[in-house]
Structure formats: C-alpha cells, structure tokens
C-alpha cells in the first residue's frame, strides 16, 4: 500500500502506523494510507524559523518575487501528472483545473506583486508624519517579516489551490510555511511537494508538509508564528481558542464555509441576457468541483413573481448535467471527495427537508456514467425551494457542502438584502442586474455581511471569473459565520505576515532606514551631475543644487500662448482684487517645465533612458514675476526593473531599473523657499548589460 509521507525538518518520514486509509473517490478503491503521528511539532517549527526563516528574511521582495515565477514556470511545465492524480479526488477536468491552473496562478500574481515593493528585505509603509515644527523629527512605518512560521491548515476541497494561494503570501513576505492539508486529499499534495522540493528552487526550510492527522500542529506556535485554518466553522473555532494561540497572541486567520447567496434583479426576466446568465451561473456553482467548495451558491433569492420561472429553468439546466467518472466523454460532474462526505451532506440535505421542499434530484436514484453508484462517492444535485425563509430558516443555518442549493423568493431589494443577512456573515454574495442602481443599492447595503460582492451582467459576463472564484488581487474572507479573516488580497495579503512598527528621528536617519529620501534629509551632494551615473552607480540621497532662474512676465505670457492656458490668473491686466492672487502669476505646469529645464542635463548622452511619469506633483506657493527659482533634486528611491522575456525588440531589451526623483522647486527671494513639489519617475541603463 502506498505510504503518502511528511516533508518535515529536511527529510520525508512516514508517522507511526495509520491514521488514514485512502480511496479513490470514484472507484471506491483504497490506494493509499498516511499518518503523521509521532511527528516532533516542536522541532518542525523551530526548523522552520531557523533554517527557512534566516534564509528568506534575507532575501528582497524582488528576489522572493522571482523565486515565485520560477517556481510557477517549474510547476506548469509538470502540471500534466497533476491532472491524472486529481481525477482521484472526484474532480473533472474544469475542476482539476480550478484547483491546478488556478493555484499556480498564484504563484504568478503574487510573483508580479514585487513590483509593488522595495528591492529590501522590509517594506516601508506609507508617507512621513511631520512630528516637529522646524521638520528636524519625523515618523513613519516600516514593516518587517515575522520570525515565526506560517502554519496553514486547509480543506479537503482544494488540495493544490488551498496550498499555493497561502504559500505565494508567505514566501513574498519572507516568512517560511508548514502546510497541513486535509489528510483526505493530501496524495495530491505531496505529488507537487516531492516536485517542489527536488527542484531547489526554494531555500531548505521554507516549506515542510505536514500529510495526517496533525495533531498537536499548533501546541508549540509562538508570537511570531501565524496559523491560518480553512474549513468548517466548527473546527476553526476549536482552534482559534486553543491555550496557545491565545496565550502567545498567535494571528489566526479563519475562513470558513459560508452560506453564500446570489439574488436575481427584477430587471431580469426571462428572455433578457441576464435571466440566462443568472441560470447558468447558479447551476455551475451547483455543479463545479460537485458543489464543495466555501465560495458556492446554498441561497438563491429571486422575485416572487419569476419563482416558477427559474425553479424550471434551472431545474431543466441541472437535468443536462452528467454525473459520472470525469475520464468518460460527457461527464460534467464527478463524486465528492469521500464517501464520508456524502454521509454529512446526505444528513445535512435530510435536515433541510424537514422545513422545505425537494423540487430536482434524488439522493437515491440518479444515473452515474462510468462508474459504480455504490463504490463511488456520488451525489445528485439537490434544489430545494423554501416557501417562507422568514420563518423557516434552517436554510440560513444548515450548509449541505455538496451540489445543494434553495430557492426563495423576495417582494423587494430591501427584503432580499435582509434575507442575505440572515446567512450571518458569507464569503462573498452576487447579483445579476442590468440595473446599475440596483447593483448600487444592493451592493452598499449589503457589503457589510459578505466579504466579496459579484455584480454580473451581459457586459462584463464573457470576462468575469464568475460567483465562486475568489482572486489572488483581492482579497478572500468574510464576516460572523465566514471566520472574519481575510487572505490573499494582492499586497494586503502580504502584510499580514509583516510585523508594522513606527520608527521616529532625523529625516536624515529615516532616509537611512527606510532607504527612500525624506524631505528635510541631508543629501549627497557630488560634482557628477546624477544623470551621469547608470544604475548600479546611484545611491538615495544623491542630489543636484541647480542654479537660480528668473521667471518674468514675458516667459508667462508665452506660455500662455503656448499651451493655450489663459486662466485669468495668469494674464497681466486681470483686476486681482478678490482674488487670492497679488498679481498676474506663473502657470504651476510652467514652473514643472523650468523646473525640467534646470535640472536635466542635455549636453551629452547619460544613461537615463526616459521620463515616464511625475507623481505627487504639488504647487505650494504663487509664483510672481521677478522670482528667482532654483530647485533641489534628490534620489529618492531605486527600484530594479526587469527586461520582459518575451520582448524581442533590443531597445526594449536593455538593461534597466527605474529611480525616482525628488523635486523641491524653490523661491530664493521668501523666508519659506518651497513653491512646489513632484516625484519625478525615470528609467536608467545598467552599466552591466552582460547576460
């Protein structure tokens, strides 16, 4: 019998005896067993802080970002005997893929999120607090990886998925991971484990997998280690109030299963796109990966008037939906995970009918294509309808997590947001409207009880990712019965693994520090003209005192005739009184362009390659005619570029990175100099263009 084994302090280890036989969803045949008991828990996380953690707090964000990408790219090429093992689970092909291809795809967005931060082990956050009248003591926010481990426990559902959408967080922020996956499924997640640590590709000790029973997994979590839990909400609640996560106030991130609810728009009558749209998405969120997932529809609000409509159109919908082994032509639904899964979603759907009405499906009676009814671990898609949910509310408290859903019907948006309430907190709530002010309505008052909101219609219906597909840019998560955590989320989700803390001091010890140039900060002044130097040759600080330029009436007026800006303000014989103005004044963009003027170098070729932007431009003061401008420009920040792959142009293939610039325009002629201010964005040429 094949031994499914832990990946535990650099070694893979079978536990004592058996924890758990293994089956093949839709065979019904044992191929596999596992056990993690006898496991050092201690030792296990310890290896992880020491070995993982020292190894991945020393890398940059950029450098865990292109960990990630490779990772993504190793992965994908074996992706192919992912596919063959997941049929095991129960899953179809669309299913595997959800689980395979969309975790993957994780790794991928969470890759590209290095962009978004520094090219250092820490992230800075946020803008400066001025904390001093004369600007000599300011504050600010840096935010470091915690030193602890991430311990993640994950669902049956989403074997692949479950792991890769928490690890891509975790691993960018610096912080190692021991993943504990359902022991149900957990064949498929060490297959991609044994891929992921023969590639190398992550530091030793960044990822150990924990493969039974995990008992005992969080009796030795510390203040620096962060436990996140998938799965029901009776379990998470368990482990969110064990001794030690309270006692070590252990961030504990839970997300549970969650009655989730769409609505029907009253706009959307049957023969409008909507209508169908709204058919077809219920009866795949029934149906895709057979109805086990957190983020599936268990409530459907529609209008009492169109309740006979869609309880027939979905019905005939879920008619045309083939259960059956997933290798057979056809075959549009597997089995659940296990036959114990059917077991609970058989006593959860006997409970709804003791206060609501079957209208499609039967538990005992429905074909199966391929594959034998009574081995397998099949379901039939169960629709009920509930003819009061006011009253009979099972429906709001019962989840069958299987192809199980109910219909009911509201008078008015307002009633139909009540309803979605009383499911008491979900992972995310859609509607289908043509009405954007229905969207509106129902959206804002509905928002504080989901942690996502789908509005979907014709125009967005071929792109949208649909109800069920939380995305690794946003964030995944829900309030009350949902767990109240919060993951993923593109950048929010990595900064859950940073520990925030404000520093306070000299704006030029903050430069220092945080590695972006504060105002007020003393520069580095040097006879090279900054756009001189390439890339690697820069450093934060570096700063250009340019000489003075007076500005005369004559350069406003022919500006003004230029861009064709004739604000009165800047004319000469506008009557100024009222106005907050003493006299014809200069063009803000005018003073960008002089700004621009006095600072770049236009003499000979420099490896600055382009100007792509200017961010946080700011005019503080007007400027008059007889002013004499200079400005300060200073290094603000480096931040590393990569060439595109795919990018055969060679012009677009050099080397690069890109280096903000910050510009203070300054009146030499008033006790308080500073007229303006701007980030200005440019990309300069590395003097090493080798391969």
């Not at 990630?68 to 689970?89: F, N, V």
């Not at 946020?126 to 600010?140: Q, R």
């Not at 530091?203 to 839990?229: K, M, W, Y």
């Amino acid at each position: 019998m094949q031994q499914i084994k832990n990946y535990v302090c650099g070694e893979w280890v079978a536990g004592e005896g058996v924890e758990t036989p293994l089956y093949n969803a839709i065979t019904g045949e044992q191929f596999a067993e596992t056990s993690s008991k006898g496991l050092d828990y201690e030792a296990i996380l310890a290896y992880g802080r020491a070995k993982g953690g020292e190894k991945l707090r020393k890398m940059t964000f950029h450098e865990r970002g292109r960990m990630l990408k490779a990772l993504a790219l190793h992965l994908i090429e074996l992706k192919g005997k992912y596919y063959q093992l997941s049929a095991a689970t129960g899953a179809t092909k669309i299913d595997s893929w959800i689980d395979i291809e969309g975790g993957i795809g994780n790794l991928f967005a969470n890759a590209s999120l290095r962009r978004q931060f520094p090219d250092l082990p820490y992230y800075v956050d946020g803008e400066a607090a001025p904390l001093s009248k004369n600007g000599t003591f300011i504050g600010h926010h840096i935010m470091v990886p915690k030193r602890g481990v991430a311990v993640h426990i994950n669902a049956f559902n989403f074997p692949i998925w479950g792991m890769l959408e928490k690890i891509a967080v975790n691993l960018m922020a610096g912080v190692p991971t021991v993943v504990k996956p359902s022991e149900y499924t957990c064949y498929l997640t060490e297959l991609m484990v044994q891929d992921i640590i023969a590639s190398k590709i992550l530091p030793e000790g960044a990822l150990q997998l924990v493969c039974g029973l995990g008992r005992g997994i969080i009796d030795h979590v510390n203040n620096q280690d962060v436990v996140s839990f998938t799965g029901s909400a009776k379990t998470g609640k368990m482990l969110k109030a064990h001794d030690r996560i309270l006692e070590e106030s252990v961030p504990f991130n839970l997300e549970a299963d969650s009655l989730n609810a769409t609505v029907l728009g009253k706009d959307a009558v049957p023969g409008t796109a909507e209508f169908d749209i709204f058919i077809k998405e219920v009866a795949r969120e029934m149906t895709v990966k057979a109805g086990q997932k957190c983020t599936a529809i268990r409530r459907i609000f529609v209008p009492n008037n169109l309740m006979e409509d869609v309880q027939k159109a979905l019905s005939d919908r879920l008619a045309k939906t083939t259960i059956g082994d997933p290798s057979q032509e056809g075959v549009r639904m597997g089995a659940l995970a296990t036959q114990l899964q059917v077991e609970r979603v058989r006593e959860s759907v006997n409970k709804l009918a003791e206060s609501q009405q079957i209208v499609y499906g039967n538990m005992d009676e429905f074909d199966v294509v391929g594959a034998d009814r009574g081995k397998g671990a099949f379901f039939s898609p169960i629709l009920f309808v509930n003819d009061d949910p006011y009253n009979k509310t099972d429906v709001h408290n019962v989840e069958a997590f299987g192809p199980v859903s109910t219909l009911m019907g509201y008078e008015d948006l307002e009633e139909a947001i009540q309803l979605s309430e009383m499911g008491k907190g979900s992972l995310v709530s859609s509607i289908v409207t043509a009405d954007d002010k229905i969207a509106r309505e129902y959206t804002v008052n509905a928002a504080h009880m989901h942690g996502r909101i789908l509005v979907l219609n014709e125009q967005c219906a071929k792109e949208s990712t649909g109800h069920g597909s939380p995305l690794p840019l946003l964030t995944h998560g829900g309030p009350g019965r949902a767990g109240g955590g919060e993951e993923m989320g593109g950048k929010r989700g990595i900064l859950h693994y940073l520990q925030r803390t404000a520093i306070q001091g000299h704006p030029t010890t903050i430069t220092e520090i945080t590695q972006v140039y504060q105002q007020g900060a003393q520069g580095n002044i040097t006879d090279e003209h900054p756009f001189k130097k390439y890339f690697e040759e820069l450093n934060v600080g570096d700063q250009l005192i340019t000489e003075a330029r007076e500005i005369t009436a004559d350069d406003i007026d022919q500006f003004a005739a230029l861009s064709g800006d004739n604000f009165y303000a800047h004319k000469r014989d506008t009557n100024f009184e009222g106005t907050m103005f003493d006299e014809q004044v200069a063009h803000g963009y005018f003073l960008m362009s002089a700004t621009a003027g006095l600072f770049v170098d236009s003499y000979d070729m420099n490896p600055v390659l382009l100007n792509y932007g200017i961010d946080n431009l700011r005019f503080t003061k007007p400027v008059y005619a007889g002013s004499k401008m200079h400005v300060r420009f200073t290094c603000k920040e480096i931040i590393p570029n990569d060439v595109t792959e795919k990018d055969d142009d060679p012009k677009t293939k050099i080397k690069r990175g890109i280096v903000k610039w910050f510009v203070e325009m300054l009146d030499e002629d008033t006790e308080e100099p500073l007229v303006g201010f701007a980030t200005i964005l440019t990309m300069v040429k590395k003097k090493d263009q080798s391969e």
